[in-house]
């Protein structure tokens, strides 16, 4: 039996609607003589990064591991904290495509959420990027406490938007996000890009 089409969106923020130009970490590891990419290893390590992501440590502080680990490569701890504070200050790139979807959804009478793994930072991200009141509700898996993709978090974001598992579609770039959506229920679509916008047209009750 085909699934009935759903009547609540839930849209991941990094890589599905805010973009992050490469170009920018690049320049600041060859400004500070790091190796390319390190800036990123670094701060994607899942002992570093898990606790910002569940409420246990701030998003300073998460930074200044970040410095702490690349005080030698950077020749000191001083150029450190420069380099991860020039990096820190680039917050990413709205795609317009994306946020006239989920306006379009919203104006239809759909509820929007929100779903993703960040830190305290959130709320000012979205305000400087111009994002605020876009969404019906936001998840933040550091106000949670719980990441996706455990259950827990979708069954948490499916309550947000007041909807079923089983009506609610979950878009995200991350594989394993995608596979977590589906296990606790949801329908589940993994980003490639705008050409995916058709199809998430058809799969939404609208």
Avoid at 31 to 55: C, D, K, N
Wanted: glycine letters at 10%; one cysteine or more; charged letters at 25%.
């Amino acid at each position: 039996m085909a699934r009935e089409r759903a009547t609540a969106l839930l849209v991941d923020f990094d890589g599905v609607l805010r973009r992050w130009d490469p170009a920018v970490a690049a320049g600041v590891e060859r400004e500070y003589g790091l190796s390319e990419g390190v800036l990123s290893e670094i701060a994607m390590q899942w002992g570093r990064l898990q606790p910002v992501l569940t409420g246990q440590v701030s998003h300073a502080d998460w930074m200044t591991s970040v410095a702490d680990a690349l005080a030698g490569p950077a020749g000191g701890p001083e150029r450190a904290r420069a380099a991860v504070e020039r990096w820190q200050r680039y917050r990413g790139e709205v795609d317009g495509e994306v946020l006239d979807f989920v306006r379009e959804v919203r104006a239809a009478g759909l509820p929007v959420g929100l779903a993703t793994n960040a830190t305290d930072l959130l709320d000012a991200d979205l305000a400087a990027l111009g994002l605020e009141g876009e969404f019906d509700t936001v998840v933040n898996s550091y106000r949670l406490g719980v990441n996706k993709p455990a259950k827990e978090y979708f069954q948490a974001a499916c309550q947000a938007v007041a909807t079923p598992p089983d009506r609610v579609l979950f878009v995200d770039d991350e594989d394993w996000s995608v596979r977590g959506a589906r296990a606790a229920g949801l329908s589940a679509h993994r980003w490639s890009g705008p050409g995916d916008l058709r199809y998430l047209r058809a799969a939404l009750a609208y």
